[in-house]
């Protein structure tokens, strides 16, 4: 007789003991007090956080011609579309959108999902089917989504090291000239917050006639002039295939979508599955999405948010946090241990009202669990003074100032599973 709740008790007492348990915190967003929240203990007191870990980092969620604009929609149009895109789930609004990301990203033709994670799966997977015989190069630091797009898709996979245009080359001189070839990358990788060389992948790939494929959700309305992402701001958006974007991040509303030439467009549009086979987004949704798009063409939003990246640095500077050095605003400490990264979150939720969520497996390798800071434009100096002077208590109290990193962690134990 199989005991299957037993199994499962078993695989999270072990989840729990390693430190990879996930937690979720109830939080009371607040238009009006952004980025300050209410929160209940577990002994139900009542609590207030400033949050550290949102995606909204132009808080397009909360502003208010946006929201007047989903407003507006959802009372003429109704919550839900109803169906998928081929059963009447297809509005003017979702047209409209469609239109305007193909437009941001210099684009013949777009297509919506529900998210981005679907978006990359439905369209990777669908490159697979329309050219069976490709090898898919993929970044070793790709998101999830993009590895299991991927697999799915059935396609021989190569991985080169990140960022490393000397390794691409290696790979792509190995396939045959007469082989359909893909290459799977980000603009700005999300935990380590590097941007890929974005131009040289270019003149590799039209050299050995590969397709390009770039994942910019964590840069589609935070860089360019237009918000069109890191292909944007470097002028190199007709270089790309195939462009995958989010409207959940920096254009703070829901739904992802791919863009590129009308016929890889209408071909993944044709056979995806998770494209057939999904409600569309509500068209409240879309077109309040559109509107934050149209209001993020002004660059005074972008501008803002980046000059609160660089002060958040120089306060982490001067209480000597380190944190992993980049370009982009993708702002990370290394911890490297999950019991450790929860314990240190825990402590700045619970006993000095900072609500940073640990990162740990599978969004990153056991072993490379870490917080990420995430400033909004929102976030006042005062805050980001007495965030950097928290992590400073914390981070010397857990990690020895006179003892390596390596060493601490050690001294911790750390439960290796699988699931």
């Given at each position: 007789?199989?005991?299957?709740?037993?199994?499962?008790?078993?695989?999270?007492?072990?989840?729990?003991?390693?430190?990879?348990?996930?937690?979720?915190?109830?939080?009371?967003?607040?238009?009006?007090?952004?980025?300050?929240?209410?929160?209940?203990?577990?002994?139900?007191?009542?609590?207030?956080?400033?949050?550290?870990?949102?995606?909204?980092?132009?808080?397009?969620?909360?502003?208010?011609?946006?929201?007047?604009?989903?407003?507006?929609?959802?009372?003429?149009?109704?919550?839900?579309?109803?169906?998928?895109?081929?059963?009447?789930?297809?509005?003017?609004?979702?047209?409209?959108?469609?239109?305007?990301?193909?437009?941001?990203?210099?684009?013949?033709?777009?297509?919506?999902?529900?998210?981005?994670?679907?978006?990359?799966?439905?369209a990777i997977s669908s490159l697979g089917k329309l050219f069976p015989d490709s090898?898919?190069?993929?970044?070793?630091?790709?998101?999830?989504?993009?590895?299991?797009?991927?697999?799915?898709?059935?396609?021989?996979?190569?991985?080169?090291?990140?960022?490393?245009?000397?390794?691409?080359?290696?790979?792509?001189?190995?396939?045959?000239?007469?082989?359909?070839?893909?290459?799977?990358?980000?603009?700005?990788?999300?935990?380590?917050?590097s941007i890929a060389p974005i131009e040289e992948i270019?003149?590799?790939?039209?050299?050995?006639?590969?397709?390009?494929?770039?994942?910019?959700?964590?840069?589609?309305?935070?860089?360019?002039?237009?918000?069109?992402?890191?292909?944007?701001?470097?002028?190199?958006?007709?270089?790309?295939?195939?462009i995958n974007g989010t409207l959940a991040k920096g254009f703070g509303i829901l739904g992802g979508y791919i863009a590129g030439n009308k016929l890889m467009i209408d071909a993944i549009r044709s056979i995806g599955s998770g494209f057939i086979f999904t409600t569309s987004l509500p068209p409240a949704i879309c077109a309040a999405a559109t509107k934050s798009i149209q209001i993020l063409k002004d660059n005074k939003y972008r501008n803002n948010f980046h000059k609160n990246v660089q002060l958040l640095r120089q306060k982490l500077d001067v209480y000597q946090i380190d944190y992993i050095k980049n370009q982009s605003h993708i702002t990370t400490i290394y911890i490297g241990n999950a019991t450790l990264c929860k314990k240190i979150a825990d402590e700045l939720l619970h006993v000095y009202g900072l609500y940073l969520q640990p990162v740990n497996f599978p969004t990153v390798k056991i072993g490379d669990e870490c917080l990420r800071i995430t400033v909004t434009e929102k976030h006042k100096g005062s805050d980001m003074e007495h965030l950097a002077k928290c992590?400073?208590?914390?981070?010397?109290k857990y990690i020895s100032p006179n003892t390596s990193l390596i060493e601490t962690i050690s001294s911790h134990s750390k439960v290796i599973i699988k699931l």
């Open positions: 007789m199989i005991d299957y709740n037993n199994i499962l008790e078993e695989k999270i007492t072990l989840l729990k003991a390693s430190g990879q348990y996930r937690y979720f915190l109830d939080v009371n967003k607040s238009v009006q007090h952004f980025p300050r929240f209410y929160f209940e203990d577990e002994n139900g007191n009542k609590k207030l956080a400033i949050n550290w870990c949102t995606n909204d980092y132009l808080c397009m969620s909360l502003n208010e011609e946006v929201i007047s604009k989903l407003s507006f929609v959802a009372h003429r149009s109704g919550c839900g579309s109803g169906g998928t895109r081929n059963i009447s789930g297809t509005t003017n609004y979702h047209r409209d959108l469609e239109f305007t990301l193909a437009n941001l990203h210099t684009k013949e033709a777009a297509l919506l999902f529900s998210g981005a994670y679907l978006a990359n799966v439905t090898v898919f190069i993929s970044d070793e630091k790709n998101h999830a989504s993009i590895i299991e797009g991927i697999r799915v898709s059935g396609c021989k996979k190569l991985v080169f090291n990140h960022n490393d245009i000397s390794h691409l080359e290696d790979i792509l001189q190995t396939i045959p000239a007469g082989t359909p070839k893909i290459i799977f990358f980000e603009s700005i990788y999300s935990i380590c917050g270019i003149i590799l790939a039209k050299k050995h006639n590969a397709l390009t494929y770039i994942d910019e959700v964590h840069a589609v309305g935070m860089y360019g002039e237009d918000g069109g992402g890191i292909t944007s701001l470097l002028h190199l958006q007709n270089g790309i295939d195939l992590l400073q208590i914390l981070l010397n």
